[in-house]
């Protein structure tokens, strides 16, 4: 049996505990290049995940590494590296960075985990081992009583919804009898479902809903993104949001096909309220890190758009989102990281760091951040060429498809609300453009940090290089979807 | 038969005064305290089925969901810890920095 496939796993893993070992070895000021080995592993990682073609099933059946489960580690990857590389800048000589690095490369291994479970057991660990990580990490700036209580509304937050998950697997585990999915899918395709099953159904749909921010479980987000390190609400909205996806994708998705259970409209609503309440919200903020969560909170919608209709093409069109909003995500936070960072510079005590008026003139003071996120926000809208168009694409024209040969009239009113609040969201981020560009500078030009740098216009190269050559990225998500057989 | 209901009765009980918990407790303490009964809850769940089925799976699922409340309750006692040092209080009505 040749391990060689869980590689990138093994190697994270290692490198996280070697870099918790090396802390405590060598001096504060020396720990600066443990940024630097973390990116180099992480990008080993994403170079090895992008070149290998392998599928294998691992650990009695516990893992399995498929097209589906490779998409998605692609995605956790991809934004730990950009976080990483961001982060050397940002916690540049602060003695606890052994310790951030770890969490961030341990985070990631709970996510790579989630995206290849194939059993309850392996997901619930991987869900917890990413969700303890991302709790710390939320709370790092531990004199810092924003960021203390992002990470208590967090943890409260998501071991509730770690306990309704729990509990509904307990269901399912009692109903089928076992808890490795494809046994439970055989179960449920030779029994009819009994009432139990809705009720197993309903808490896995609110555990995962948690971990996903659809309304009405997404009150978290909002202040948690709002008051982490900004590097790490990168990886929250960008990478550990995904997690919920890749597990409702494995587990909720198939269990509606077997169960052949009419929560259409069930999701249907979810994702109608989501999507219009995270754009209407997201109007009215004047916190940047603010008005990104509700965004990604109108993104969660768009995507469980997927759940609604689960042909092969709108969940190939929700894993293109999935991908395209975290490199466009990822890439927004880590630009308001430059505007914190300019900030501080210029006033050591600045409360509210992130607020729209500190954008004014950005254009003049930071350019290649201003027009990375110029770039960023109108990907984010639907603007293209850029990944958010490529997937938004996708998955309005796989609901529409499906309405036309269902003849239901529903389903296009909800492709038309969905297309609506894209109009929508363009208000809100050309304001922020608006500030950029048209307004009066607030002081002079910065030098803009070279690791932001770098992480944000991997970003973008990556958000343009999917809207410019969709084509092996459409094949990878079908590739995806056709692992889950709808 | 219905020595698995009284079980399953036992565990939705247990569940349920956790969710209260949570809705209603404001001290942080509590809450936790909340947490882990629904934590305990699925794992009496999965105990009871186990035994029902004449399957371990169950169980080993109970035993990596303990060690794993355990670590979760130790990283909630240490933000809580680190809370009450910057703000002196663990009261979550306090706690309100954040909101639009």
Not at chain 1, 88 to 105: M, P, S, T, V
Not at chain 1, 273 to 287: D, E, F, K, P
């Amino acid at each position: 049996m040749s391990y060689i496939l869980l590689a990138p796993e093994i190697l994270l893993t290692i490198l996280a505990l070697g870099i918790i070992l090396l802390g405590l070895l060598i001096s504060d000021r020396s720990k600066n290049m443990l940024g630097y080995l973390s990116a180099a592993g992480l990008a080993a990682c994403l170079i090895y995940i992008i070149g290998t073609k392998g599928e294998g099933r691992f650990f009695y059946d516990a893992l399995v590494v498929d097209p589906l489960s490779q998409i998605f580690k692609l995605i956790f990857v991809a934004v730990s590296l950009i976080v990483v590389i961001a982060s050397i800048a940002y916690f540049k000589n602060n003695r606890n960075q052994d310790e951030y690095y770890a969490l961030i490369l341990l985070a990631t291994v709970g996510m790579m985990v989630v995206a290849s479970a194939n059993d309850l057991v392996a997901l619930f660990v991987g869900f917890e081992l990413a969700s303890m990580s991302t709790y710390v990490l939320a709370g790092f700036e531990k004199k810092n009583p924003a960021s203390l209580e992002a990470a208590l509304k967090y943890f409260i937050i998501g071991s509730l919804s770690s306990a309704l998950m729990l509990f509904g697997m307990s269901l399912v585990y009692g109903i089928t009898g076992s808890t490795n999915i494809p046994a439970i899918l055989q179960y449920y395709s030779s029994n009819s479902p009994v009432s139990l099953d809705i009720i197993a159904m309903l808490f896995l749909i609110a555990g995962f809903g948690f971990k996903m921010a659809l309304v009405p479980f997404h009150m978290w987000a909002p202040d948690t993104y709002e008051g982490s390190p900004t590097v790490v609400s990168a990886l929250l909205a960008a990478g550990s949001k995904k997690m919920g996806f890749v597990a409702a994708f494995r587990v909720l998705v198939l269990a509606l096909v077997a169960l052949r259970m009419d929560l259409q409209m069930t999701f249907a609503i979810l994702a109608v309220i989501t999507m219009t309440y995270g754009n209407v919200v997201a109007i009215s903020q004047r916190s940047i890190k603010r008005m990104l969560a509700y965004s990604s909170i109108a993104q969660a919608g768009y995507i469980s758009l997927a759940f609604v209709v689960t042909t092969q093409m709108s969940i190939a069109g929700g894993v293109l989102l999935a991908l395209g909003h975290a490199l466009m995500k990822g890439g927004a936070f880590l630009a308001v990281g430059v505007v914190g960072y300019m900030v501080l510079s210029d006033n050591k005590d600045a409360k509210n760091i992130d607020h729209l008026d500190n954008f004014s003139g950005l254009g003049k003071r930071a350019p290649i951040t201003a027009f990375s996120l110029f770039v960023l926000l109108l990907a984010l809208a639907g603007i293209p060429p850029s990944a958010g168009f490529v997937g938004k694409f996708v998955l309005f024209y796989s609901v529409t498809a499906e309405a036309v040969s269902a003849a239901s009239g529903w389903l296009l009113f909800i492709v038309i609300v969905a297309i609506l609040n894209s109009a929508l969201s363009i208000y809100y981020y050309a304001r922020v453009i608006k500030y950029m560009y048209v307004n009066a500078p607030a002081g002079e030009r910065i030098k803009e940090p070279t690791p932001y740098v770098v992480a944000i216009l991997l970003a973008v190269i990556g958000t343009i290089g999917i809207g410019l050559y969709p084509e092996p990225f459409v094949q990878m998500a079908m590739d995806a979807a056709r692992v889950l057989g709808v | 038969m219905s020595d698995l209901y009284s079980y399953l009765l036992v565990a939705a009980i247990v569940f349920t005064i956790g969710a209260y918990g949570i809705i209603t407790q404001r001290s942080g303490i509590k809450i936790l305290m909340s947490i882990e009964l629904m934590l305990n809850a699925a794992n009496i769940n999965l105990v009871a089925f186990s035994s029902f089925n004449g399957d371990t799976a169950g169980q080993v699922f109970a035993l990596f969901s303990i060690a794993i409340a355990a670590a979760e309750a130790a990283i909630g006692f240490a933000i809580l810890v680190v809370l009450f040092r910057v703000r002196d209080t663990i009261n979550l009505d306090n706690i309100n920095i954040l909101r639009w």
